[in-house]
């Protein structure tokens, strides 16, 4: 169960560099992480539009290089 003080991490990779699609994983403090979607659809007319929900103090997104 969350507590406050707890961290959520959240990951989306839309690479696409070991699977057709993009993924989307969460963790919550050190757990490891588990996949919650792994067939998000990278070629698609649809824009996609990231939102960060759970924002506040101490909140931050970190967009890595695709490599």
């Known amino acids: 169960m969350l507590k ?7 990951e989306v990779d839309l690479r696409g560099l070991h699977l057709p ?3 989307l994983a969460v963790a919550i ?3 490891p992480a588990e996949t ?7 070629s698609s007319s649809m824009h ?12 931050r997104v970190r967009v890595c290089p695709a490599c």
Request: charge should be negative; charged fraction near 20%; include cysteine.
């Open 4 to 10: 406050e003080g707890d961290f959520v991490h959240i």
């Open 21 to 23: 699609f993009g993924t």
């Open 48 to 59: 996609m539009m990231p939102v960060v929900c759970m924002g506040g103090d101490g909140s």
């Open 29 to 31: 403090n050190s757990e």
């Open 36 to 42: 919650v979607f792994d067939d998000i659809a990278l």
